[in-house]
């Protein structure tokens, strides 16, 4: 039974084990069609964000090989595609920017280094049982960091549509150099972009609806309307060779990308650089963590299954540190790719395996024909995939439900914009932090009241209920803690004064789950002070966790009334005790 035990738990850490015990032949024909469109689509993608990071085109291609088949094989997602992202290529180009100008390194060695500490800290994370540290991260500050990573990665690609010098800072600032150099602009720069971006456009919208219109059987949304990146670099590659293009007129171009597999790397070790990286590294490595598991959630919901959270901490951080050995950099859960992967029918990670495959036969074969492949064709693939990032609906959603959510979002931001990716995820966090503080210290007390002859208690706000004269009785609706335990004092001691004749404070904790030490010593005051004004202090539905802090303490013995295991119990208990007074009906206390 022992050994049947560790069997099983031994296979929860290498998910691949049960994929393959329980693979069907009927899987085998989805997972080769769908790891081969992923496959098509990854090349060009993998190539623009390795750009856009600052890097070689071939890692970006390295990225989608070790990294990939470590997350097939350690991943509890059967959907996602791990690889090169926008968002991570963005904060990689930004640390290497720094990097490279105060230490002189390559760019590839940084790269290494970013991912080998990326990944070792997700493995961090999860041999100290601390993956919640990423709920820090609140949606409204991912959606404002993805709104200002998606706006830099558009200005990033300025150059390459345009053929301008490239320009450093933010936006503001670079657009106010643009548009004062427009005489930088060369027209074929502009016109390979704009009809770059009208090709992908064009698959995207409307290429299965005409395809319908010629009696193609195909569903809105099919696979196919993902193949405009590998339309544009197959005819834009194909008018740089037959017009001579980059000899010509200069257009810029790939330019030479070694053929063959990656080679065993070893990233360098020099602890000063490595100190410098690793507040970037860390940063790096939340977003990976919350973006992957994001979309991986979302897949799982589909197919009515759950992702594990601590796998998927092990399983990328495998990934990175495969990356950090095969001369790639960052890599994260692709939602562009994972979305194909998933409407293409893909049933396991196999899918991912045959991806990987295509990968290598693009690098074994066709890696000289990448030197015709112009700049602006991969500016337009880099700025597509990211537009549809772009949220700003989901502020005025915030703002409609909760203010402080939509004011974290818009100065997350505004911050990653002016101050940079790091700053800006710090502030957000911050601010997050400093919302709740102030939400939890200004709490919730509410007076209640009996539903008719009932047993449940409600507003004397919201409802028609009725109370006792000589009775209070209230609920704190939140944890009493350090930060508001005054405020829930001074409530309470209000709520007697503003009512003479009240000989009882019945306090329900139904919705308090934790009480701290200046907590405790709050409820030790307020029952002294009550006491002197002739009221006696109850308790009543005081959770098991809350009441093992209380059994800590003499709080119970020195306390004025009882603790009571109900509401009911408690309110029919003093209503028994009541003087010959006519009952209020819904007289707030507060």
Known sequence: MRFEYRVKKWRTYIPIVEVLGDYRRGYLQRDLVAGLIVGLITVPQAMAYAFLAGLPAQTGLYACLVPMLIYTIFGSSRHLVVGPVAVAALMVAATIGQATERFGYPPTEIALILSLQ?????????????????????????????????????????????????????????AAWYLTHLTAV?????????????????????????????????????????????????????????????????LETVGYVPQGLPTLTVPKFD????????????????VVYVESYSIASGFATREQSRINSHQELIALGASNIGAAFFGAYPV??????????????????????????????????????FAYLPAPALAAIVVLSVVNLLDFRGIGRHW?????????????????????????????????????????????????????TSEHFRSVRRYDVRTVPHAACVRVD???????????????????????????LLLVCSAVNRIDVSGLEMLFRLNRALDRLGVKLSLAEVKASVMEQLDATNLKTVLTGKVYFTTDQGMRELEADAPDRPQQEGLPLI
């Open 186 to 250: 060369h027209w074929l720069p502009i016109v390979m972009g704009i009809a770059s971006l009208a090709v992908i456009w064009f698959c995207q919208k409307h290429l299965v609806r005409q395809l319908r219109r010629m009696g193609v059987r195909l569903g809105f949304g099919h696979p196919i309307s993902r193949i405009g990146p590998i339309a544009v670099l197959a005819l834009s590659a194909l008018a740089v060779w037959a017009g001579d293009l980059h000899v010509r007129f200069g």
């Open 271 to 286: 602890l000063r650089l490595w100190g410098s990286l690793l507040g970037s590294s860390a940063i790096l490595a939340v």
């Open 478 to 504: 939140e944890n009493i803690y350090f930060a508001n335990a005054n405020q829930i004092e001074n409530k309470l001691l209000k709520a007697v004064h503003r009512r003479p004749g009240t000989s009882h």
């Open 118 to 174: 990326v990944g070792l800290i997700l493995w961090l994370l999860r041999l100290s049982q601390m993956g919640g540290l990423v709920n820090l991260l609140s949606h409204p500050v991912i959606g404002g960091f993805i709104n200002a990573a998606a706006i830099l990665i558009i200005f990033s690609q300025i150059p390459g549509l345009t053929g301008m010098p490239s320009k450093s800072g933010n936006p503001l600032d670079q």
């Open 400 to 452: 409609r439900i909760y203010r402080e959510d939509a004011i974290t979002s818009v100065i997350t931001m505004l911050t990653v914009l002016i101050a940079g990716v790091e700053t800006g995820l710090l502030t957000g966090v911050g601010l997050s932090i400093a919302f709740f503080v102030r939400s939890s210290s200004r709490p919730e007390v509410t007076v209640l009241g009996r539903m008719g």
């Open 332 to 369: 994260a859960g692709s939602f562009s790719r994972s979305s194909v992967n998933y409407d293409a029918g893909a049933r396991t990670p196999i899918s991912s395996v045959v991806s990987s495959l295509v990968v290598v036969l693009v690098l074994l074969l066709l890696t000289p024909l």
